[in-house]
């Protein structure tokens, strides 16, 4: 979370990959890094064109994004870095289709409002009072992010005050509540119906995902989005270490939540099964916890 958006110099994609290309149609794409910043740069083999990457969001182990700066516009590179290919590929949402001129190669425009949403849940004190604040915003996700401004926090509990800690505690939040809070970035089924979000383009929505699955109950706080993830904490990618909270409920001693008959290690690997999505050179984890059979089609 912490690393959810960086500036191009303490992005460690570009820093470990300095050139990067691609090829759609007649275009082709280039993103250099140098001492003195990252650049993309898109050809059609006659005249070249180019813009300084600003952010780059995502942390890369699934992919990574690059808003540019082109001319005074914000743009959403056409093309995005994709962890599992090492390599660039066309940003999810965007056409695979070649563009129809070089500056359209280049990115999609980023309104203030498309802006202000991603900054929000990429960055922390990126939106006060509902407007861009980028000269306040730090990237990534910081404490006051989640706990809120730590201004009042600190002025309550310096002299001494230890009842009225002026800070939000999403840790004592009720189990819907939490779900709700993760889910205001992780994204809801009103997200999915706005965007117009087609089949296994969900599979990126977690939160929404979460709330499908027929053992989610948001009055049971054993199963949240910080029963498997510590929001202070990198990510655990072993999948084993995930079982102790599937074996929470899953005991033998309820009728509802029986035990697997197949095994009692790995749930997820069979459970939350890994969803590639057509567009992307990426799979994403299916939060919609369910008895995922190989011949059943993808559930929206």
């Not at 500056?103 to 900054?119: V, Y």
């Not at 404490?143 to 800070?167: D, M, N, S, Y």
């Not at 990426?282 to 011949?295: E, G």
Request: net charge positive; glycine share 8%; charged share 20%.
């Amino acid at each position: 979370m912490g690393r959810a958006l960086a500036l191009p110099q303490d992005a460690d994609v570009l820093r470990v990959h300095p050139q990067l290309s691609f090829q759609n149609g007649r275009y082709t794409y280039s993103i250099f890094t140098t001492a003195k910043g990252s650049d993309c740069f898109v050809t059609d083999g006659k005249r070249t064109i180019s813009a300084p990457i600003v952010w780059a969001v995502g942390y890369g182990n699934a992919g990574q994004t690059y808003i540019l700066l082109f001319g005074r516009h914000y743009l959403e590179s056409q093309v995005s870095y994709y962890g599992e290919a090492q390599a660039l590929g066309i940003t999810v949402g965007h056409t695979r289709k070649p563009p129809r001129h070089l500056e359209e190669a280049m990115g999609s425009p980023l309104s203030e409002s498309t802006l202000r949403l991603c900054l929000d849940c990429h960055a922390t004190s990126a939106v006060r009072e509902g407007r861009l604040a980028l000269d306040q915003m730090s990237p990534g996700i910081g404490c006051e992010r989640c706990h809120g401004p730590g201004g009042a926090h600190i002025a309550a509990v310096a002299p001494g005050h230890l009842t009225k800690l002026q800070i939000i505690n999403p840790g004592k939040f009720s189990a819907a509540k939490i779900t709700d809070f993760c889910a205001s970035c992780h994204r809801t089924k009103q997200d999915v119906a706005q965007f117009s979000v087609p089949g296994v383009g969900t599979v990126r929505f977690e939160a929404y995902r979460l709330g499908r699955s027929r053992c989610y109950n948001p009055d049971d706080s054993r199963i949240t989005c910080t029963t498997c993830h510590d929001p202070h904490r990198p990510r655990d990618r072993a999948s084993r270490s995930y079982d102790a909270r599937c074996l929470a409920c899953h005991d033998g001693r309820s009728k509802r939540a029986h035990t697997c008959s197949v095994g009692t290690q790995e749930c997820v690997t069979c459970h939350m099964p890994k969803v590639r999505i057509p567009q992307a050179d990426a799979s994403f984890t299916d939060h919609w916890i369910r008895i995922a059979r190989p011949d059943q089609p993808y559930p929206d």
